[in-house]
């Protein structure tokens, strides 16, 4: 009865959506309609209204549909949303300001002379409001009206110049700051949390232990980081496309002749140029740049870019008045204020610092002159043809419209799984011959098809929360979630070109000329939708190019992860090894250079430390040798073991589906007993499946090869050396340079530490003189004054114990004495060694650690050096296979 509701949940929502109903009504519509079909069915036949549901109940469901409300609006970790009304409100802003109309006539002058130019204009100028307002219908509507007759009267193949057209307003769903990526992220979120529960499932089943390593799990993403992974895949598309006009423009004559300018290239035309390229593209910069820069978060970013728009379009309504530029000069001259005393002044009021009073006055002077500014061009915006009220009851109406959406495939989506959807969905997946690869391309062709029929938006928001869990967890793939996002985003770009309900063709059929037939629109959509799928094959065979650049950010920001971070130790090893073989002979030239320095000036126990640590680093090029060596015996054994395990996993898989639909018959045969009247055939029935069942399951378990036992044993031994050999290379470097950098934080405090001398010296005095109060707390700023100092914890505990000594009803005076004494004592001895080291040991011990800092110490660093990043983040980017540790 499940599948029956099942089937009714898809057909009323297929039914509704081709009839032209709202979308926003027809998800939860069909959602409502058919769980309460189900719980009034349940209640009036068996008596249960949770009987035809696989999951919960209705009340379950609805519970769900409070608690999906509640974090839409009200959960404060849950924040991606913000932007949308931002970008949304920064996209019509610049519409509305005609920057549009600007870009293209300019562009098409400047590319009118290249054969294909006015096409390739068209593209460019597509990337460039894809980047700046990313609304698709507006952008088709304004290059259809001011494009396409210029296109049409030099005679542009008619297909030719509607696909360009239609292809280039499609950008803005693929290139950042995109509404498409940002809902992507937020739904991949969840996605990623479910396929983490589900990756953790399997690792338990297939290993027996409880806690998965974190290099294993599953990691999310963030709308910052789709838009990052977007960024070039975008730019290969603009390429496609333009590489495309080209090869037409060159091959088959006439289809796009060049177009000469009338005018003089000159001095007027290149300040034309310059004053339609720079806003856009200053825009640009201060959006996505202060993104990939790691200097704003996606909601800063879409703020500065909705202040920067009404800016922009301030200055552009009001073209022609003397003031027009009064605001934007403004804005221009306190922004870089601001930037160089940022630069030269610390500006956080918490941590303000004498002198810092001058920076935080031109600051908030500055801050002053740029809200005038804003506000000045709000006022112009809002005066000038009511612009401001029109884009904002727009941005309302859009924003209203994603989240009542949003909203409505949280309650589908719910209604789906409490009818046991989705254990179809990932039962027809999993059962596929081929692995992930097989499963990803059906249902990109899935989505592909359902973009002839539904938009980008309800393909986003209920197909991906079901399909990308199960694609996310597969251990073999292990493709990350910003690679996923981008390629369902490539893939939904289409459904705006789609035949025959594209919006991008329906918008140009609305502003294009009778003379265009909407048969060739179709025809000059359909190279550009070929050239899509171009763009996703070529995303899919080289996923560096999605997950290079949000990787190398993430390393390079001032909140970037510890090199220790083990998700970073495969990559940094494989650095430092090759590092190793280059450079081996002259960290063993260090090490040598550093055992001629004097240590005989530390303490003994500080010598053998040092001479340790010595050992320690020439010991660490054996490590690397056993590591690889026992990383060489694994990779040798996996050819051999790879199909065993790929057949056993799979009997395995079979076995637990079984397994759960034993699970399902018995709560069938405990409804069945519970019921007034049990029916004994349909219990019979139930049971005989029951062992048919088992019996399938015992054949399963019969076609386990007798040797996987062995061969399971025998590459878990393997891998565990490896892993082993890892762990006691890493624990080597740790405790090789540990010694190191805690003798070199010795030896910069030892001014610190004779300066405080005199402090030290009067606690005898004031022990013997003063009440046990005043003397404790003496003592106790002492230890204060030493706790920053390195290595001083000996003195540290004589002084505790003096203190504890003054305490109580009945101090003990002379006890409190003999502790400083013996504190003092080790006091001097420290600050004699001290100052010797520091004169004849300190350089020779800053070499050797400038020399070994971002090798042998480098897990011990906060932050990956620069020179290292590169290489790390392009280790990084590759998907790797780790199927066999499941």
């Known amino acids: 009865m499940e599948l029956l509701f099942l089937a009714i949940l898809i057909l009323m929502m297929v039914i509704a959506l081709s009839s032209g109903y709202p979308v926003a009504f027809s998800l939860p519509g069909a959602a409502i309609l058919a769980i309460g079909a189900a719980a009034l069915c349940g209640f009036l036949f068996v008596g249960d209204s949770s009987a035809y549901f696989v999951e919960g109940g209705p009340f379950q469901w609805l519970s769900a549909g409070v608690t999906n409300f509640r974090s839409l609006y009200w959960d404060v970790d849950r924040d991606t949303l913000i932007a949308v009304p931002l970008f949304i409100f920064m996209g019509i802003m610049l ?13 098409a002058q400047l590319f009118g002379p290249v054969p ?29 009206l001011i494009s396409l007759p210029a296109m049409l009267r030099n005679n542009y193949d008619r297909p030719l110049a509607t696909g360009t057209i239609c292809a280039s307003g499609t950008l803005g769903q693929i290139i950042p700051p995109s509404v498409v990526l940002i809902i992507l992220a937020d739904q991949l979120a969840g996605a990623t949390d479910q396929a983490s529960t589900i990756r953790k499932a399997a690792y338990k089943s297939a290993t027996g232990e409880f806690s998965m390593p974190s290099v294993l799990d599953v990691t999310s993403t963030s709308a910052g980081e789709m838009f990052m992974g977007a960024l070039v895949p975008g730019l290969v598309l603009v390429g496609l496309y333009i590489v495309y006009i080209l090869f037409i423009a060159l091959f088959r ?18 300040k034309r140029v310059a004053l339609a390229l720079t806003p856009p593209l200053t825009l640009i910069f201060l959006v996505l740049g202060s993104i990939i820069l790691g200097v704003a978060t996606v909601n800063q970013a879409g703020a500065v870019g909705a202040i920067g728009a009404m800016i922009m379009g301030g200055y552009r309504l009001a073209e022609g008045q003397r003031n027009a530029y009064y605001p934007a000069i403004l804005a221009l001259a306190s922004a870089g204020a601001l930037a160089l005393l940022l630069y030269f002044y610390e500006l956080n009021i918490k941590s303000i610092k004498p002198g810092d009073e001058i920076g935080l006055s031109l600051a908030a002077a500055a801050s002053v002159t740029l809200l005038v500014a804003i506000i000045w061009s709000i006022w112009r915006i809002y005066k000038i043809d009511n612009t401001l009220h029109g884009v904002m009851v727009e941005t309302a109406k859009t924003t209203s419209m994603v989240f009542i959406i949003l909203l409505g495939a949280a309650m589908l989506t719910a209604a789906f799984r409490g009818f046991g959807g989705e254990e179809l969905v990932k039962h027809f997946l999993t059962s596929l011959e081929g692995g992930f690869w097989v499963q990803f391309i059906v249902v990109m062709l899935v989505m592909f098809v359902l973009g002839f029929f539904i938009d980008f938006l309800e393909i986003a928001v209920v197909v991906v929360p079901i399909v990308a869990p199960i694609l996310l967890a ?3 793939a292990n493709v990350t979630a910003v690679w996923f996002g981008v390629m369902v985003g490539l893939n939904l770009q289409t459904s705006f070109l789609t035949p025959p309900f594209g919006f991008s063709l329906f918008y140009l059929r609305g502003v294009a000329p009778k003379i265009v037939k909407t048969i060739e629109i179709y025809r000059g959509a359909l190279p550009f939708i070929a050239l899509q799928l171009v763009a996703l094959i070529i995303v899919a065979l080289t996923p560096s190019l999605v997950n290079y650049l949000p990787t190398r ?5 001032e909140t970037a992860p510890p090199p220790i971070n083990p998700r970073l130790q495969y990559c940094i090893e494989e650095y430092l090894f090759d590092y190793y073989d280059t450079e081996g002979d002259a960290l063993r030239g260090h090490v040598d250079k550093m055992r001629e320095a004097n240590l005989s000036v530390l303490p003994e126990k500080r010598q053998q430390a040092v001479n340790e640590s010595l050992d320690r680093t020439l010991h660490t ?36 589906i079984i397994e759960l639909e034993i699970e399902e018959l018995n709560q069938n045969v405990i409804r069945i007993s519970r019921s007034e009247n049990p029916d004994q055939i349909a219990l019979e029935r139930v049971e005989a499946k029951i062992e048919n069942r088992k019996t399938e399951i015992a054949e399963l378990q019969s076609q386990i090869p007798a040797t996987w036992t062995e061969a399971n044993k025998t590459f878990t031994d393997l891998d565990k050396a490896e892993e082993k050999a890892r762990r006691t290379y890493r624990s080597n470097v740790d405790q090789a340079y540990e010694t190191i950098a805690e003798l070199r934080t010795v030896l910069d405090g030892a001014e610190e530490l004779t300066a405080i001398e005199p402090q030290l010296a009067a606690l005898e005095e004031a022990v013997v003189h003063n009440s046990s109060e005043d003397a404790m707390a003496q003592i106790k700023e002492s230890e204060q004054v030493l706790g920053p100092i390195g290595g001083t914890s000996s003195i540290k505990t004589k002084l505790s114990r003096a203190r504890r000594a003054l305490r109580g009803k009945n101090p003990d005076s002379e006890k409190a004495l003999q502790e400083l004494q013996e504190g003092l004592k080790i006091y001097g001895s420290e600050v004699d060694w001290r100052r010797q080291a520091a004169v004849e040991l300190a350089h020779a011990l800053a070499t050797y650690d400038e020399a070994i800092k971002d090798t042998i110490g480098l897990r011990l660093q906060r932050r990956l050096p620069p020179e290292q990043i590169q290489s790390v983040a392009s280790c990084q980017s590759v998907h790797r296979d780790r199927s066999l540790q499941f």
């Open 553 to 557: 950010v993430t390393l390079s920001v």
């Open 95 to 107: 519409q509305r300001s005609k920057i549009a109309e600007d870009l293209l006539i300019t562009m």
């Open 621 to 656: 090029f054996e490590l690397v040798s056993l590591v690889r060596q026992t990383e060489a015996d694994r990779l040798n054994y996996e050819p051999q073991y790879r199909p065993l395990h790929k057949q056993v996993r799979r009997l395995q898989s079979q076995q637990r």
């Open 116 to 144: 294909g130019g006015l096409g390739i204009s068209v593209v460019l100028v597509g990337a460039l409001l894809a980047a700046t307002t990313g609304i698709v219908g507006a952008t088709v509507i304004a290059m259809g």
């Open 474 to 476: 597969d251990p073999g």
């Open 253 to 270: 004559k006439g289809s796009a002749p060049p177009v000469s300018y009338e005018g003089n290239f000159d001095f007027a035309f290149v």
